[in-house]
C-alpha cells in the first residue's frame, strides 16, 4: 500500500487516523447503538476540512485532490462508516452538484458554510416508486413567477435528519419524460420542508438516514442548478464521483475487519495454540489482505483518473462493486474468525459486517453496476 502513495499522501493518512483514533474511535460503538449522530465530533471534523476536502481554499475548503479524498473517507471509514457516510454524501453528493453546475452566485452562498462543516448536505433521489430507476421520480417543482413550488417526497436521505441544504430532483415539467428532470436547492427552515421519521437501519446508524418531504414549498427559482432539464446529467456525473467515496468507505471498513481479525486470531487459543497458527485461519486472513488491497487500488485508480481528467465512470463502477464485495466478504470472514463472539455486539466485527452489506446497494445497487460496466465494455469493444 505504501509504495502508491506520495508522501503527502502518507502525512495526510498518519493525520486523519490518529484524529479517529483519538476522537470517534472512543464513541463508535455508542453511537451506532444509540443510532447518534456525534455533533461534537462532527464541529472538530468541519474545522480539519473533512467537510470541503475538494473545495477551493478560496471558498473555505480543504483543497485537496480526488486521492487525498479517498484517504480521508477510508480513515473515517475504517473507525466509524455512518460517519464516513456522512462526510462522503455532503461532499461528493451535495457540494459536487453545486461546484460543477452552480453559478458563481450559487457557489458563494451555500459552499463555504458546507466545506466549513457549519451546514450539512444531503441528496435527495430516491422516492418510494424511483429507487435504481432515476427517471421514474415523480417530484414536481411549477415555476409560478419567481419560484417553484416543490412537492416531494424523498425517501432513505442520508443526512436527512440533520441537512440544511439539500439537492433535489424534481420535474419541472412532468411531461417531457426524461428531459423533464431538474434540480434545485432546498434549504431547512422553508415554509413546507419537513423532515420526516429517521430510519431504523442495520447498520451506518450513527447517520440520521430520512426521508424528507417538501409540501407546496416555495423555492426561488435562482436555486435552480444548471438548466431546466439537466438534471440526470447532474444526477449521473454526481453518482460517478460519489462512488469513488463510497469504494473508499467499504475499504475502510474492510481494513477495520481485516484488523480486528488479525489481533483476535493472534490472542484466542484452541487446540493448545493461538488460532492464527491454524491454516484455515491463515487462509481466510490471507484472502481478506488481497482482498482489501485489490478494492483499494482499483478505488485509487479511479481517483487518479479523475484528478488527470480522464474518462472514470468504468473505473469508478468497477471500483465501488469490487470494493463493496470485498467488504461484505472479509467482514464476514473476520466474524467466522471470531467464532461466536464475532456474532456478539462485545466485538466491532459485528457492527462492520451489518456496515459493509450497505456499499452493495446505495449510490447504486451491484447489478445496476455491472449494468454500468457491461455497457462501457460491450462499447469499448465492439
Ligand atoms: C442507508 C442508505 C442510505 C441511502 N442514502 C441515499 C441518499 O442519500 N440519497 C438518495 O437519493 N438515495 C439514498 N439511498 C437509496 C439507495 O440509493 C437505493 O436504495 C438504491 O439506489 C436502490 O434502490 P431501491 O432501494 O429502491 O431498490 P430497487 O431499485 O427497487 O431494487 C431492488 C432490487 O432489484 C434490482 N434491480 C432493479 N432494477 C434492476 C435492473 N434493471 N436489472 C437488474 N436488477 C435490477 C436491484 O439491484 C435490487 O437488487 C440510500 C439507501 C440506504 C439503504
Not at 458563494?108 to 462543516?117: D, H, I, M, N, Y
Amino acid at each position: 500500500m505504501d509504495t502508491l502513495y506520495s508522501e503527502k499522501n502518507r502525512v495526510l493518512r498518519r493525520s486523519v487516523r490518529s484524529f479517529c483514533e483519538r476522537e470517534i474511535m472512543p464513541i463508535a460503538k455508542d453511537i451506532d447503538q444509540e443510532a447518534r449522530f456525534p455533533w461534537e465530533v462532527v464541529e472538530k471534523m468541519g474545522k480539519l476540512g473533512y467537510f470541503g476536502i475538494q473545495v477551493p481554499k478560496k471558498l473555505s475548503g480543504a483543497g485537496m485532490d480526488s486521492v487525498n479524498y479517498t484517504i480521508v473517507i477510508e480513515e473515517i471509514s475504517r473507525v466509524c462508516a455512518g460517519l464516513g457516510l456522512c462526510v462522503t454524501v455532503h461532499n461528493s453528493m451535495a457540494i459536487y452538484p453545486i461546484m460543477g453546475f452552480g453559478t458563481g452566485e450559487q457557489k458563494q452562498k451555500w459552499v463555504p458554510s458546507l466545506a466549513r462543516g457549519e451546514k450539512i448536505g444531503a441528496f435527495c433521489l430516491t422516492e418510494p416508486n424511483a429507487g435504481s430507476d432515476a427517471t421514474a421520480i415523480e417530484a414536481t417543482a411549477i415555476r409560478n413567477g419567481d419560484h417553484y413550488v416543490v412537492n416531494a417526497n424523498k425517501v432513505f436521505v442520508t443526512n436527512g435528519g440533520v441537512a440544511d441544504i439539500c439537492i433535489i430532483f424534481v420535474r419541472t415539467d412532468p411531461d417531457a419524460g426524461r428531459k423533464g428532470t431538474s434540480v434545485i436547492v432546498a434549504e431547512r427552515g422553508t415554509p413546507g420542508f419537513v423532515v420526516g421519521d429517521i430510519e431504523d437501519l442495520s447498520g451506518m446508524r450513527s447517520n440520521p438516514v430520512s426521508s424528507i418531504r417538501l409540501y407546496d414549498c416555495k423555492v426561488p427559482v435562482e436555486n435552480l442548478l444548471g438548466r431546466e432539464g439537466s438534471g440526470l446529467k447532474i444526477g449521473l456525473q454526481a453518482l460517478d464521483v460519489g462512488r469513488i467515496g463510497i469504494g473508499a468507505q467499504a475499504v475502510g471498513i474492510a481494513q477495520a475487519a481485516l484488523e480486528e481479525a488479525v489481533k483476535y486470531a493472534n490472542q484466542r487459543r484452541q487446540f493448545g495454540v493461538p488460532i492464527a497458527k491454524h491454516q484455515a485461519i491463515q487462509m481466510m486472513i490471507a484472502d481478506m489482505a488481497t482482498q482489501v488491497d485489490s478494492a483499494r487500488l482499483m478505488v485509487t485508480r479511479a481517483a487518479y483518473l479523475k484528478d488527470h481528467g480522464k474518462p472514470f465512470t468504468k473505473a469508478t463502477a468497477m471500483a465501488k462493486l469490487h470494493a463493496g464485495e470485498v467488504s461484505s466478504q472479509v467482514a464476514d470472514m473476520a466474524v467466522q474468525i471470531h467464532g461466536g463472539y464475532g456474532y456478539s455486539k462485545s466485538y466491532p466485527v459485528e457492527r462492520y459486517y451489518r456496515d459493509a452489506r450497505v456499499t452493495r446497494i446505495y449510490e447504486g445497487t451491484a447489478e445496476i453496476h455491472r449494468m454500468v460496466i457491461a455497457r462501457e465494455v460491450l462499447n469499448e469493444y465492439k
